[in-house]
């Protein structure tokens, strides 16, 4: 099942865009990184759609700046 | 309402709030042992449930912070060990060669010390103003401090000897004004009243949790304000953040530039809910402290040889001198004797004491929290009274 990852610089990001997303009611989770993505030790957001339009767009306007996304099989 | 260690010495009246206030409400009590209990585990470090779930508690206080200094963006809000570590930071981060500064005769030696440590290497010039004769400053005072390299003010917010409050508003929308940055050390006020970082134009707001914040002791916070790059001010420390693991160099992003380390977890979540309470409490909290002052004031009128020193301002920060009776021993026999626990001689600030008068002998300090009562102030009253028959 392919799942989206969001990426943040640092696990300060990732709890608020935790908490941007689900206050919006976005599905998601914070989790560890899977290793094959990145070698960072830290947690990233796993969001249960594909679709992530609207999720980035929330991040946006909320000035939460993110490294990168992305799908993967997992 | 509380749960106090004291418990079994019920009659323990504590008035010496303005160095850290006890006891606390039983919410951050409650949080500080759900955290070392459910998930003390090392924020952003790991990926695992507790490891988020701390970084989860990071971030609510974090949030909490910035909504109630006036600031949308938590991440302008910086974590460190308390106010004297947050104010090194923005001080001595901020200084450079040929820096004048200008502060005030209020200041605690939280802030004084940096600056004469800096002043003292060749780095930067200070020009304390006097203010009247509470030590408030005047725009006029500024005006003529202010020098063409003058870029920094630093000020405390309310005095821990007298409780006299500067006037944040007017002096800090001159600095906006006049280019000069606004280092606040709010360790006496924030928890006790309002305070906008943006309404009132401070750059660089500093406090304690384990004061009128009622939280633990352990955890500070600068909160620097939307429109300051912070890129002016540069780490003291630098080392293991969670993020960017794979650098060598300090992230350059907030909070994680200045957050090197792990924080103080427990105490940051009990900070959390400390917050709450000043929310749920709203001006009854300060309204029950100020009552307790203005009760003090008028009763200590009965004590002959008694001279007090405060101001009308809503801080519960009362200072006093009995005539002939040192400092020391009128604390010693109010602990020792009627388990009154008060604050004698210059209370880290030496430099109020010289402007009221007071140095160096310093003063008896009575400081009052929400937890304080009525009967608690007669009964010292009373107290003063026998010592000074003695």
Request: one cysteine or more; proline letters at 3%.
């Amino acid at each position: 099942m392919m799942s989206t990852y969001i990426l943040f610089y640092s696990s300060n990001y990732t709890a608020w865009a935790e908490n941007v997303l689900k206050d919006a009611g976005i599905d998601c989770n914070a989790v560890t990184v899977p290793r094959d993505i990145s070698a960072e030790c830290g947690s990233c957001l796993k969001l249960s759609t594909l679709d992530i339009a609207e999720a980035l767009k929330l991040l946006e306007n909320k000035h939460v700046p993110i490294d990168r996304v992305e799908k993967i099989e997992k | 309402m509380f749960v106090s260690s004291l418990e079994h010495e019920s009659n323990v009246i504590y008035f010496d709030n303005a160095a850290s206030t006890f006891p606390k409400p039983l919410s951050v009590i409650e949080a500080m042992s759900e955290c070392m209990i459910g998930y003390a585990a090392n924020p952003g470090r790991s990926g695992h449930k507790l490891s988020i779930k701390a970084g989860q508690i990071l971030f609510d206080t974090r949030m909490k912070l910035a909504k109630y200094f006036g600031t949308e963006n938590p991440m302008r809000v910086i974590f460190d060990m308390n106010a004297t570590s947050v104010l090194n930071l923005a001080i001595k981060g901020f200084a450079y060669k040929g820096l004048h500064v200008i502060t005030t005769s209020l200041e605690h030696n939280s802030t004084i010390r940096p600056l004469m440590r800096l002043q003292d290497d060749g780095i930067i010039e200070v020009d304390i103003l006097q203010g009247n004769r509470n030590g408030v400053i005047s725009i006029d005072e500024l005006e003529d401090a202010r020098r063409g390299d003058t870029k920094l003010l630093v000020i405390n917010h309310a005095s821990n000897v007298t409780g006299a409050t500067q006037n944040l508003l007017k002096v800090c929308r001159w600095c906006r004004k006049n280019d000069i940055v606004s280092i606040v050390d709010a360790s006496q006020s924030a928890g006790s009243c309002d305070i906008d970082i943006n309404k009132e134009h401070i750059d660089i707001l500093c406090l304690t949790g384990h004061k009128s914040m009622l939280g633990p002791m352990g955890v500070g916070a600068m909160i620097i304000n939307d429109s300051f790059d912070y890129r002016r001010i540069k780490p003291l420390k630098e080392g293991g953040t969670g993020s960017l693991s794979d650098a060598i160099t300090q992230p350059t992003f907030l909070p994680d530039i200045f957050e090197s380390g792990t924080p103080n977890v427990p105490a940051i979540a009990a900070l959390g809910k400390a917050i709450d309470f000043i929310g749920e409490h709203g001006n009854d909290i300060g309204n029950k402290k100020d009552g307790l002052k203005r009760y003090f004031i008028s009763r200590a009128r009965e004590i002959k040889g008694l001279k007090v020193y405060t101001t009308k301002d809503k801080r519960a920060v009362v200072s006093f001198v009995i005539k002939n009776i040192p400092c020391s021993t009128i604390t010693q026999i109010l602990s020792e004797e009627y388990n009154i626990m008060s604050r004698q001689g210059l209370h880290c600030s030496p430099l109020t004491h010289k402007r009221i008068g007071t140095f160096p002998s310093g003063t008896v300090r009575f400081s009052f929290s929400y937890f304080n009562e009525l009967w608690q102030v007669e009964k010292a009253i009373e107290a003063l009274k026998e010592i000074k028959c003695r």
